[in-house]
């Protein structure tokens, strides 16, 4: 069977798909993925803009949502539940997040505590509040962390602190949510080319040995497809991740601080 008729009939096996923050970006990669799949699913995004170029056969919902304001989570999920089918397993991909780069707190108190909204309360939050649904359905949560989630990372260290805690959230969640028929998936990009790489401030990713957005969507579908609770994607990724994860946390630390402080500094910052 070739691996993309497995993720094919893997996202047909969902009666629903809820994708946050698939206007752009990797959401935007799965989005297509999803697609391409023909599945019958009744599919949302969860987000502030229309994705563009959505097919037409698509079985497809935009519904407008701030994920950093709680009254607008609250909100689109009782939306969800009006519009959504009543039967068949839930797939929810919590992918929306955003970073920043710079000294602690830059770029400023209000947008690092945005960050800690949108990258671990949302996505904390629309599981939480759809749980039950789940739990009655079966189906699968994944969510999207990054390979910054495996060290302490001076200069972005709210960012990779949220995706700390999105990680071990997911994995303990899988261990926990099985008997449910529910699995949880914890997706982990290095470097992408995206809107959210602009807003930390990289000028090229696929510069620092990262993946386009497609490519990162790629793998990570293939591994939720095979259920994997932990999915790093790019092989020099998955060997960072393994290394990162062995070192004393002290000396991670340093160690990225001074790769951040070279490869952004001297080669990856925009020029005015």
């Given at each position: ?28 990669a ?17 987000s ?11 079985n497809f ?19 969800l ?11 929810l991909?919590?992918?929306?997040g ?7 707190p ?5 947008h ?5 909204d949108?990258?671990v ?13 789940l739990k ?33 959230w ?13 699995r949880?998936v914890a997706?982990c ?5 995206t ?10 990713p ?13 793998e990570?579908?293939r ?6 609770p932990?999915?790093v994607?790019?092989?020099?990724h ?5 290394f ?11 160690i ?17």
């Amino acid at each position: 069977m070739s691996k993309n008729k497995t993720v094919d009939e893997f996202f047909r096996s969902f009666s629903v798909v809820i994708i946050s923050g698939a206007s752009s970006g990797i959401g935007r990669a799965i989005l297509s993925r999803v697609s391409h799949s023909e599945t019958k699913a009744a599919v949302f995004n969860l987000s502030r803009t229309i994705p563009e170029g959505v097919p037409n056969y698509l079985n497809f919902t935009h519904l407008t949502c701030d994920l950093s304001q709680p009254a607008d989570i609250a909100s689109v999920v009782c939306e969800l539940r009006k519009l959504m089918p009543r039967e068949g397993r839930m797939l929810l991909i919590n992918n929306s997040g955003f970073g920043a780069y710079g000294e602690f707190p830059a770029p400023g108190v209000d947008h690092t505590l945005k960050m800690i909204d949108v990258n671990v309360r949302a996505p904390v939050e629309l599981t939480g509040r759809l749980w039950d649904e789940l739990k009655a359905r079966g189906g699968m949560v994944a969510t999207v962390a990054s390979l910054a989630g495996f060290q302490p990372t001076p200069l972005m260290t709210t960012y990779a602190a949220t995706k700390s805690f999105m990680l071990d959230w997911s994995v303990a969640l899988d261990a926990e949510a099985k008997r449910h028929g529910i699995r949880c998936v914890a997706i982990c990009p290095g470097p992408v080319s995206t809107n959210f790489s602009k807003a930390a401030g990289f000028a090229s990713p696929t510069g620092l040995g990262g993946q386009t957005s497609e490519e990162c969507a790629d793998e990570a579908v293939r591994g939720m497809a095979a259920h994997r609770p932990v999915v790093v994607t790019g092989w020099k990724h998955k060997i960072l991740a393994v290394f990162s994860a062995r070192l004393p946390k002290p000396w991670a630390a340093a160690i990225g601080l001074r790769m951040i402080q070279r490869l952004r500094l001297d080669r990856f910052v925009k020029k005015a």
